[in-house]
């Protein structure tokens, strides 16, 4: 792993995922979930493999268990984002879920984040998101 993937992660860590905890969310890096009447709220962070970059997936679940299709059952506290055909990818800022541009959070473009800690500052980003997130989570 990279030292900058690190670093981002640690970040992450830091300041986004005491913020999903205080919205009873569980698991832990890079999955997490919450149950809640009956539905449950996935988070997964999956990581950019050519490195610089990360993107955040949701998705949600309403039944009291999950099946895959080669019957293999997957209890909640375990399931993933990745598990379920649909989700929603959540991007860096609104103007990428109206013109479609890229929905990588990069940490990889200095002239964004050129100064300060860039890792902080788009972890600030990602919560900065978590009510566009809370509106996926309650659509549904």
Same mark, same amino acid.
């Not at 905890?21 to 569980?26: A, I, M, Y």
């Not at 860096?92 to 800690?117: A, C, H, M, V």
């Given at each position: 792993?990279?030292?900058?993937? #690190?670093?981002?992660?640690?970040?992450?860590?830091?300041?986004? !995922?005491? +913020? /999903?905890? =205080?919205? %009873?969310?569980?698991?832990?890096?890079?999955?997490?979930?919450?149950?809640?009447?009956?539905?449950?709220?996935?988070? #997964?962070?999956?990581?950019?493999?050519?490195?610089?970059?990360? !993107?955040? +997936? /949701?998705? =949600?679940? %309403?039944?009291?268990?999950?099946?895959?299709?080669?019957?293999?059952?997957?209890?909640?506290?375990?399931?993933?984002?990745?598990?379920?055909?649909?989700?929603?990818?959540?991007?860096?800022?609104?103007?990428?879920?109206?013109?479609?541009?890229?929905?990588?959070?990069?940490?990889?473009?200095?002239?964004?984040?050129?100064?300060?800690?860039?890792?902080?500052?788009?972890?600030?980003?990602?919560?900065?998101?978590?009510?566009?997130?809370?509106?996926?989570?309650?659509?549904?």
């Amino acid at each position: 792993m990279s030292e900058e993937r #690190t670093k981002m992660i640690e970040s992450l860590k830091e300041i986004v !995922i005491p +913020e /999903l905890r =205080n919205l %009873n969310f569980k698991g832990s890096f890079p999955h997490f979930r919450r149950t809640e009447n009956g539905k449950t709220n996935l988070l #997964t962070f999956q990581f950019d493999r050519n490195g610089g970059g990360f !993107i955040i +997936e /949701l998705a =949600n679940w %309403n039944q009291t268990e999950f099946k895959t299709h080669w019957g293999k059952i997957i209890p909640l506290n375990k399931l993933t984002a990745h598990d379920l055909d649909k989700r929603q990818r959540i991007y860096p800022n609104s103007l990428n879920e109206q013109n479609g541009t890229d929905s990588w959070f990069r940490y990889d473009q200095n002239k964004i984040l050129s100064f300060g800690n860039k890792f902080d500052k788009l972890s600030k980003k990602v919560v900065d998101r978590i009510p566009t997130m809370e509106n996926y989570w309650n659509e549904i």
